[in-house]
Each structure stands twice: as C-alpha cells, then as structure tokens.
Nanobody
Framework: QVQLVESGGGLVQSGGSLKLSCAASGSILSNYRVGWYRQAPGKTREWVAAITSGGVARYADFVKGRFTISRDNANNTVYLQMSSLKPDDTAVYFC?????????WGQGTQVTVSS
C-alpha cells in the first residue's frame, strides 16, 4: 500500500523559509512524477510544483524563483524548499503522485506565514 507523508510545515514570518518533505512508503518515488499542491481556507486546491521521474521540475508562476522542488532518491523523499514566503502562501500543502491507474495524496502539512 502506497503512503505519502508530508512534514516540515509550521509558522514562519513573511520573508522566511521552510522546507517541506514528502516521504513515501510502498512505492519508489523516483519512478514517478511527484507534485505539490496547496489549499488555502475557502479556496480550491491549486498546483504549486512538480518533478518528473527524470528530474525535470516545473512551477506555478506564483512560486517561480521562490520555491524549489527536488528529489532525494536514497531516502525516497521529495522536498519543497520555500523561500521568500508571503502571507498568501498560507495553506495546507499536499504532495501527490500519480502511479499507474492510481493517484496518491498525502494528508497535508500546514504552512502559516505571518505578516
């Protein structure tokens, strides 16, 4: 059974940084695309970034230059390094991985950016 577990969220001041982790069990993440999404209160879930199995990264325009997605294949983990955080980045962040005919989501980790 595939499980994705996010961690690393918390409370940070505007302009600060956080590094989120998405650790997998039951699956080798390096074989699949992994994405990060976020959902703010009262808003729909939105795509933030993704990395392909080949290591190609893509970003939503609103995080380009501030967020970096990366892989640590030895630890079966995908990271989202977030810098220059803004209050608008406040949301629950989820990792996601489509694998074959199934889609897997983590439970989310809260990121709160204070002004």
């Amino acid at each position: 059974q595939v499980q994705l577990v996010e961690s690393g969220g918390g409370l940070v001041q505007s302009g600060g940084s956080l590094k989120l982790s998405c650790a997998a069990s039951g699956s080798i993440l390096s074989n699949y695309r992994v994405g990060w999404y976020r959902q703010a209160p009262g808003k729909t879930r939105e795509w933030v970034a993704a990395i392909t199995s080949g290591g190609v990264a893509r970003y939503a325009d609103f995080v380009k230059g501030r967020f970096t997605i990366s892989r640590d294949n030895a630890n079966n983990t995908v990271y989202l390094q977030m810098s220059s955080l803004k209050p608008d980045d406040t949301a629950v962040y989820f990792c996601y991985s489509p694998q074959g005919t199934s889609d897997y989501w983590g439970q989310g980790t809260q990121v709160t950016v204070s002004s």
